[in-house]
Antibody
């Protein structure tokens, strides 16, 4: 059974930083693209970033470029999202998502999310 | 890359069929057969229900079906049931290799 467990969310002031983690199990972690998707309170889904299986390819939505960094540790089957220079509009529930073997594959499995609140 | 366009809400009575549209451009929906649909109940994580425009994951009811014409993809739910009441999102791969979601459609079963 695929399991994705996010952690690291919390309340942070504007301009601050957080590091989200997603511990994965139940599949061959290094073979899959992994994604982060966020959902602002009461709003829709927004894709944030993805990373390929060996960590050599990363992509970001325009609004987080230069502030967020996605990475992975295949030995620990964990994917991370380092978030710097946080803004109020970054507030939301952040989901860790398993993709497929290719970056165009669908989002098969979702974690339960970790809540990030950016507020003074 | 702009979000895909979905109607904010649709409704139908039990047993009826409804269709939710998802409109993009030739750089996303129209350019690739990589459109997916997700169902999200309140307080729950999204769940994949249709992928690659028309395919269903194992365990998903055949009451859910997908199609595409030009730059618009569609999700049809037939034989509406009370449990289908949820938010539905489409997404698509794009020419810039990022992923875009639609704004979401709230389905109300009357």
């Amino acid at each position: 059974e695929v399991q994705l467990v996010e952690s690291g969310g919390g309340l942070v002031q504007p301009g601050g930083s957080l590091r989200l983690s997603c511990a994965a199990s139940g599949f061959t972690f290094s073979s899959y693209w992994m994604h982060w998707v966020r959902q602002p309170p009461g709003k829709g889904l927004v894709w944030v970033s993805h990373i390929n299986g060996d960590g050599t390819t990363t992509t970001y939505v325009e609004s987080v470029k230069g502030r967020f960094t996605i990475s992975r540790d295949n030995a620990r089957t964990t994917v991370f999202l380092q978030m710097n220079s946080l803004r109020a509009e970054d507030t939301g529930l952040y989901y860790c998502v398993r993709g497929g073997h290719y970056n165009w594959n669908p989002f098969d499995d979702w974690g339960q999310g970790t809540l990030v609140t950016v507020s003074s | 890359q702009s979000a895909l366009t979905q109607p904010a809400s649709v409704s139908g009575s039990p047993g009826q069929s409804i269709t939710i549209s998802c409109t993009g451009t030739s750089s996303d929906v129209g350019g690739y057969n990589y459109v997916s649909w997700y169902q999200q109940h309140p307080g729950k994580a999204p769940k994949l229900i249709v992928y690659d425009v028309t395919k269903r994951p194992s365990g998903i009811s055949d009451r859910f079906s997908g199609s595409k014409s030009g730059n618009t993809a569609s999700l049809t739910i037939s034989g509406l049931q009370a449990e289908d009441e949820a938010e539905y999102y489409c997404n698509s791969y794009t020419t810039t290799t990022i992923v875009v979601f639609g704004g979401g459609t709230k389905l109300t079963v009357l």
